[in-house]
């Protein structure tokens, strides 16, 4: 008898823990797809100018842009599906780690994750740009998050995205979690060499002292 209640009291709380990470997944992306949008609209309202740069298209910046943006509307819309539709078995959902402890880790992950992007946008403020700009008129950042690693936010999605993968173990999130980090990673690449071109040496010695992500 003790042990069925146990094993009651179980089911109950994953099934809880279950309900809770569906909706905290589509309020989660709701708030981050606001968040973006209204960010560069008040920047761009304030500045007269676009903070988000593509690049040229057909570049391999544009590109990364494109499959970034292509996996983040499919989180949103899987996220927000979740909660109507019982499409898990859909995303490949790995058994094994479908766990109530995995499901929490996962959602504070990500909520680490929002709390460091939103110190770095506070930090850089109108300064903050998604994607490569041309403009070497404004200071370099160095002090803050970009003390310690050259990325802080990059590091803050990468962050995220594994926070999702925990927060929904499935071969989707998976997939999701290798491709994000290797667009990331590559855009990293990407933005060295731009900004070591438009700040030269002072840039290399930035470079020199402090690493690409933590070490």
Not at 25 to 52: K, P
Not at 154 to 167: D, K, V
Request: aromatic content about 14%.
């Amino acid at each position: 008898m003790g042990d069925d209640c146990v094993y009651r009291s179980l089911e109950i709380f994953l099934f809880d823990i279950d309900l809770i990470s569906r909706h905290f997944l589509a309020v989660y992306f709701l708030f981050i797809a606001v968040h973006y949008a209204s960010t560069a609209i008040g920047l761009n309202s304030r500045t007269s100018q676009s903070h988000i740069q593509y690049g040229e298209k057909g570049s391999a910046t544009w590109w990364i842009r494109q499959v970034f943006n292509l996996f983040r509307g499919a989180i949103l819309l899987i996220c927000i599906a979740r909660v109507f539709y019982p499409i898990d078995t859909w995303l490949g959902i790995i058994e094994p780690l479908y766990t109530p402890w995995v499901l929490s880790i996962g959602m504070l992950t990500m909520l680490v994750s929002l709390g460091f992007v939103s110190y770095s946008h506070a930090y850089m403020r109108q300064d903050w740009r998604s994607g490569i700009d041309s403009d070497n008129s404004r200071a370099l950042l160095t002090q803050g998050p970009f003390a310690r690693s050259r990325n802080p936010m990059f590091l803050a999605i990468m962050l995220g995205q594994l926070g999702l993968f925990l927060a929904l173990p499935s071969l989707f999130t998976l997939v999701c979690l290798l491709v994000g980090v290797a667009m990331v990673h590559a855009q990293a690449i990407k933005e060295e060499h731009a900004l070591n071109e438009l700040y030269g040496k002072e840039y290399q010695n930035y470079k020199a002292q402090v690493p690409r992500w933590l070490f």
